[in-house]
């Protein structure tokens, strides 16, 4: 039977992305950064995973705002990088295990998520800044994706305890698929930032840290916490960590940290990678 081997929370700032491109993670601005992740890398592949599950947010690029699905599931067999303006970013094209997604996407919607099936999806920085993070740059991809996109740009984006549920519903498609696979999945976005308005620029190490924190803690308080707060405490776009609780709830109830990095600034952003794995 497939299982979960592991989750990843990971911000997706696309100036990460870019700086992966241009040869400029030795750079001063960036080298205290991806100088700390070669151990992530290698927990992750240490895992062995053979798909990962990415939890994610389109920023109007592929979905766009004429149509705003609250939870979506990619389900194709291929996915390419989207052009956000400047021509899709350098690196290779995503294989999609399009049997679990559909297996995931039956078995979610039975039991009650009624995900929004895509059939086709150019992917973001919101998907590719992680898959740089997690896997650094590679010729191809040493996994299988499975693209979920959250709704977070527009309001009401769903709960932090209703991302944590779904989930707990992802876990039980995969554990009950028929294939020994071992599933990876990543809860991307984030940490505090905001973008634009009044307090553009806010950043809330206190809040990050904590809410890293609680992941492998108390993290019934991240889950519980109202849209208001996260906005209030981590700004507009820190709602972005609603998709970490995802991932969370894919996992068992005591997870033990395996990495952490949290790095200020990263452009605008408060930037955090953390690898958890059940603790059983
Ligand atoms: C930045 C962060 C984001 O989450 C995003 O979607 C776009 C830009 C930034 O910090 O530059
Ligand atoms: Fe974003």
């Known amino acids: 039977m497939a299982k979960i081997v592991g989750g990843i929370g990971c911000s997706h700032v696309p100036p990460v992305g870019i700086a992966s491109d241009k040869g400029q993670t030795t750079d001063g601005y960036w080298s205290p950064l991806f100088e700390a992740i070669p151990p ?9 995973p053979d798909v990962m599950i990415v939890v994610f947010n389109d920023h109007a690029t592929s979905l766009s705002f004429k149509m705003v699905p609250t939870f979506a599931i990619g389900v194709a067999p291929y996915y390419e990088n989207a052009d956000e303006g400047y021509g899709p970013r350098p690196i290779p094209h995503y294989e999609g295990d399009d049997q679990l ?17 895509v059939n086709e999806l150019d992917l973001d920085h919101g998907f590719s800044v992680p898959m740089t993070v997690m896997f650094g740059e590679v010729e191809k991809w040493p996994v299988k994706v499975i693209p979920i996109c959250v709704n977070v740009i527009q309001y009401p984006p769903p709960t932090a305890e209703r991302c944590f549920h779904l989930g707990q519903a992802i876990r039980r498609a995969v554990e009950e698929y028929d294939e020994d696979l071992r599933v990876m999945i990543a809860g991307t976005g984030g940490m505090s930032h905001q973008l634009q308005g009044e307090r553009a620029g806010v950043i809330n190490t206190e809040f990050d840290i904590k809410y890293l924190d609680n992941l492998s803690g108390n993290n019934i308080e991240n889950m519980k916490k ?8 981590s700004g507009t776009e820190g709602i972005e960590l609603v ?24 452009s605008n952003t408060a930037f955090g990678v953390i690898c958890l794995e059940n603790d059983n």
Not at 101 to 117: K, N, P, R, V
Not at 226 to 233: A, D, K, S, V
């Open 226 to 233: 109202p849209h208001l707060e996260y906005i209030r405490e």
């Open 243 to 266: 998709m970490w609780q995802v991932m969370r709830g894919a996992l068992d109830e005591r997870v033990k940290e395996t990495f952490r990095k949290y790095h200020v600034a990263s």
């Open 40 to 48: 992530a890398r290698k927990w992750i592949l240490d895992q062995k």
């Open 101 to 117: 997604a559909w297996h995931i996407a039956e078995s979610c919607i039975l039991d009650g998520f009624d995900l929004t099936i």
